[in-house]
């Protein structure tokens, strides 16, 4: 009974599909992979086709340009000063607020203010907010 069902409902879709009553369908690359393979080869990742070499020497997908190429990896000594600090652990607000502030360095005291600055305006607003 449910076997006739699909038949049935088959046969009417694929009669709408040679009608062609303007229904939006997937592109024909989708498709294709689910015929022919079942689903399995096609879940397995794809080997690289990029030799060890290329890899180890430049950086992969990070060219933008249209006729570029891909930019080589440097020494480290090539590079500024400042990249490698960029990861550091920055003091939170809490723990700039427990110093003191007149002995901070610059760059703690500049992060401060604007920490400072965004706590106070986040709590202005929240008070507006329940007014």
Partial sequence: MALSHIRSLKSVIIAKEAV?????????????????SKGAASDAPKASTLSKEVK?????????????????????????????HLLDKRPALSE??????ETLPYEDLKRFVKLDNRARIKENNSVKAKN
């Fill in 20 to 36: 062609g009553l303007g229904q939006r369908t997937f592109s024909a690359g989708a498709g294709k992979g689910k015929k022919g």
């Fill in 56 to 84: 180890s020497t430049t950086v992969v997908g990070a060219n933008i340009l249209k006729d570029g190429v891909d930019p080589k990896i440097l020494p480290d000594s090539e590079y500024p000063d400042w990249l490698w």
């Fill in 96 to 101: 700039l607020r427990r110093k003191n502030i």
